[in-house]
């Protein structure tokens, strides 16, 4: 490993266990088992030649926003045994694209998106686990469903076997009030537990992907179990978060 390349993979793997440490107090905290929750390295404008660090640091699993970042990485890394996940706002005409490379899609919030993914995932002889994103700050430039659309939603899933419901997913309101951001992630609680009581058979809203580097204690205090982590890994990224997450400043 050149100098550089070491330099990189020290930063990328101290980061990483201060992460894991911080996931872990905020477990016991809330009187929860660390291993209830996953950690989702966020890699985002990260170059490839990097997160083939970051793998080698111990990021086997990678989380991206843009289908076709993600693409193009999941491409030069293939020899990589990475697990992708998209978790940012879908095209209905990129859904050939990620039905490819991904293992995880976690936005999913329109019957029109997960028609095309089924159809698509069905052509490659695959499926994937899928998370139903939700609205829960009730912002007009944020992608999800609105929480009172959500029954309705779920209902017609079964239709569409190649989505393996596992949970739901939320970006929550971006804001130093950590009342507001908490209330975010309890709605997000109260709809896991309605889910769970009325649900289609074989469905499952076991999780909760809540949480980004910002706030993903708060995220964990109130049952986030998959955390989406990229600054507190892999440092400030060159463009503000709005860029990447619509409704967030």
Not at 60 to 88: C, F, P, T, Y
Not at 125 to 148: M, T
Not at 228 to 237: E, L, M, S
Request: charged share 25%; proline share 4%.
């Amino acid at each position: 490993m050149k100098p550089l390349e070491e330099q990189q993979f020290n930063e990328i793997k101290t980061n990483l266990e201060m992460v894991k440490k911080r996931i872990v107090q905020a477990c016991i905290k809330a009187d929860r088992d660390p291993s209830s929750v996953r950690l989702l390295p966020v890699t985002k404008t990260v170059p490839a030649e990097r997160l083939r660090i970051a793998y080698a640091a111990g990021c086997h699993e990678m989380g991206e926003n843009k289908i076709q970042e993600a693409r193009e990485k999941s491409e030069i890394l293939s020899d990589l045994n990475i697990k992708w996940a998209v978790i940012g706002h879908l095209q209905t005409n990129k859904a050939k694209y990620l039905a490819r490379f991904a293992n995880e899609f976690q936005a999913l919030d329109s019957l029109k998106l997960a028609e095309e993914l089924d159809k698509r995932l069905q052509n490659e002889g695959r499926a994937i686990d899928v998370y139903i994103q939700i609205n829960s700050s009730g912002e007009a430039s944020k992608f999800g469903l609105a929480p009172e659309d959500i029954r309705d939603f779920v209902a017609q899933l079964p239709n569409y076997s190649s989505l393996k419901i596992k949970g739901l997913m939320t970006l929550a309101i971006f804001s130093t009030d950590h009342d507001r951001v908490r209330a975010c992630f309890v709605k997000m609680k109260a709809i896991q537990a309605m889910l769970r009581q009325e649900a289609p058979a074989g469905m499952s809203f076991d999780e909760l992907s809540m949480g980004m580097s910002g706030d993903y204690e708060l995220a964990i205090e109130e049952g986030a179990t998959v955390v989406r982590v990229g600054q507190a890994i892999f440092g400030k990224r060159p463009l503000p978060d709005s860029h990447y997450w619509p409704g967030v400043g």
